[in-house]
């Protein structure tokens, strides 16, 4: 989306995704909505009231569909403009037939990705972080997921921004004060510094938020947990045991996986991307050679790895394979030999220990994640501004400035939370937020 694009005009588009179903849901918003029910339905339902009715191509009079419509007069709509739904049946002809209607509205064009929340945000019916969290929730994928977008789309974080604004601006207003009054020198001078203890918690606030911030980034893009080892460790088979399916090729040769291979897993509620690797070895071929580079990356950036040796020959980790934590697996268990030192035995042939290993996995999300439910920081976006503002205030606390230095650090911190919710700065990070909308939200 560029910067040279129309936004005006009446948007519509195919909100209910796409493909057949029992039910397509097409959303219009702008000033011609009003006109555009009319031509194709014949006459505006109440507002937000649904009314079945009969939709016709307003130039030649064929009847298209009977469908439910609904009316959401400006400014109590989703865009804040006036909205309207049609709730057609959902097959392709149908839905050509309804936008070929409406298009017959000069003002009527097609919405671009995201441009319904655009226009939300442009009339001040949503944050920015709202916004994200809508995206968050329509891509949620786990129970976790979910209830974290749905906080964020219902303004935990903006309510929380909106909190350390008013402190901020309370802050700025006694600086004002006192600057205003420089003349009297002595009152300022003398008395202590009115600053600090304002700023104080607001400081502590912000920075217990950044401490929790990696758990709601973690729930947001799932946690990676890489598979590595010896060859033949029997890497392959766990993942397709806990994937319950045959992602990965297994075979009695050692060197058999040469990729990384990915499935995605729901512990507990908490999404996880589990990656199986080449064995680790002084590799024979140039291809085997990228692939044991590639397991060594991804082990080095995982939140967790299993290094699986077979219990008949444990091995122990590499030295410095990853700074996350490294849990030892003696996997062939059935194969009857006695093992030492690891932390978990399983086979995966006879399923032995693998509820035990889901459960402690289930535990090690949770405890990633976080609870869940306190956290609003849930991209690195948000980390960042708050530690703009926790790093512009920090040394109001620790010092006492001079009253217009002390003024710009509050100013930047402010400048910081306006960017955190949107208000200001944002046409770049909107156009990457929108690109990744689905048409028709
Ligand atoms: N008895 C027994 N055999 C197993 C078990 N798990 C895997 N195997 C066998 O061990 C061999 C190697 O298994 P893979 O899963 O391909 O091992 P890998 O670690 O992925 O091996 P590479 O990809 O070569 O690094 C295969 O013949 C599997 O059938 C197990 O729990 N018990
Ligand atoms: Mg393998």
């Not at 303004?155 to 006192?178: F, Q, V, Y």
């Not at 503002?389 to 400048?415: K, S, Y």
Request: glycine share 10%.
């Amino acid at each position: 989306m560029s910067a040279t694009v129309d936004r005006q005009g009446t948007i519509y588009a195919v909100s209910s995704g796409a493909g057949r179903s029992a039910i397509a849901v097409l959303r219009l918003s702008g000033p011609a909505a009003v006109a555009i029910v009319k031509g194709v339905a014949g006459a505006l339902p109440s507002p937000r009231a649904a009314r079945l009715m009969r939709l016709r191509h307003p130039r030649t009079g064929e009847t298209l569909d009977r469908g439910l419509v609904l009316f959401f007069p400006a400014p109590a709509s989703f865009t804040g403009e006036d909205c309207a739904e049609f709730h057609v049946h959902g097959g392709r002809a149908v839905m050509e037939g309804l936008v070929a209607a409406i298009a017959v509205h000069p003002d009527a064009r097609p919405a671009e990705a995201g441009e319904f929340a655009r226009r939300a945000l442009a009339n001040g019916k949503l944050d920015l972080a709202q916004i994200e969290g809508l995206g968050d929730l329509i891509s949620a994928e786990t129970a976790q997921q979910r209830r974290q977008a749905l906080r964020q789309s219902e303004g935990a974080l903006g309510a929380r921004a909106a909190r350390w604004r008013a402190a901020l601006i309370e802050a700025g207003a006694r600086l004002e004060a006192r600057l205003d009054f420089a003349d009297e020198a002595e009152v300022a001078d003398a008395g202590e510094d009115a600053l600090a203890p304002l700023i104080a918690p607001l400081v502590a606030d912000l920075e217990a938020e950044l401490a929790s911030a990696k758990a709601g980034e973690r729930i947001r893009e799932g946690l990676s947990i890489v598979i590595a080892g010896p060859p033949n460790a029997g890497k392959s088979t766990l993942l397709n045991a806990l994937a319950r399916r045959d992602a990965a090729i297994v075979s009695p040769e050692a060197g058999t996986t040469r990729d990384c291979v990915e499935v995605a897993l729901d512990l507990g509620g908490y999404a996880v991307t589990l990656t199986d690797t080449a064995g680790l070895r002084e590799a024979d071929g140039a291809v085997e050679r990228i692939g044991v580079a590639r397991a060594r990356e991804r082990a080095r950036r995982a939140d967790l790895v299993l290094w699986l040796s077979a219990a008949d020959a444990t091995q122990a980790p590499e030295a410095g394979l990853s700074d996350a934590p490294v849990w030892r697996i003696g996997a062939k268990a059935d194969l009857g030999a006695t093992v030492e030192s690891v932390d978990l035995t399983l086979s995966a042939a006879t399923g032995e220990g693998l509820d035990a290993l889901l459960a402690r996995l289930e535990s090690f999300a949770a405890a990633a994640g976080g609870s869940g439910c306190e956290g609003v920081v849930t991209r690195e976006r948000h980390r960042l501004a708050i530690l703009d503002a926790a790093w512009a205030l920090r040394p109001l606390v620790d010092a006492r400035l001079p009253d217009e230095i002390a003024a710009e650090h509050l100013r930047m911190a402010l400048f910081a939370l306006e960017r955190l919710v949107g208000r200001v700065d944002v046409e770049d990070i909107l156009d990457e937020i929108f690109s990744r909308f689905c048409i028709g939200k």
